[in-house]
């Protein structure tokens, strides 16, 4: 059963920076894209940025350039190195694994933005 972990949330201020990591239960052979989606109240979950197998990277694009995802596959972790934070970054960041036949999520982290 794949799960992944979620940490590093937390409240920091406009300007500031912070990062996430999510560990990940699953055999490296298995493992597809990983990446990070973040949701609001009201509002539907949407992507922050993924990496695939090949290594080939996608952000949203509210990121520009703010935000690095990195994987380590020895470590089977996914970290996203978030700078340039803004009030509107608020949301609650979920892990994600990407198969063609199904996903899977964390259970989220908080991240708070505020003066």
């Known amino acids: 059963q794949v799960q992944l972990v979620e940490s590093g949330g937390g409240t920091v201020q406009p300007g500031g920076s912070l990062t996430l990591s999510c560990q990940v239960s699953e055999y490296v052979s298995r493992i597809y894209t990983l990446g990070w989606y973040r949701q609001t109240p009201g509002k539907e979950r949407e992507l922050v940025a993924h990496v695939d197998d090949k290594g080939n990277v996608k952000y949203g694009d509210f990121v520009k350039g703010r935000f690095n995802i990195s994987k380590d596959l020895t470590k089977l972790t996914v970290d996203l190195q978030m700078s340039g934070l803004e009030i509107e970054d608020t949301a609650v960041y979920y892990c994600?694994?990407?198969?063609?036949?199904?996903?899977?999520w964390g259970r989220g982290t908080q991240v708070t933005v505020s003066s």
């Open positions: 994600n694994e990407y198969k063609p036949w199904r996903q899977y």
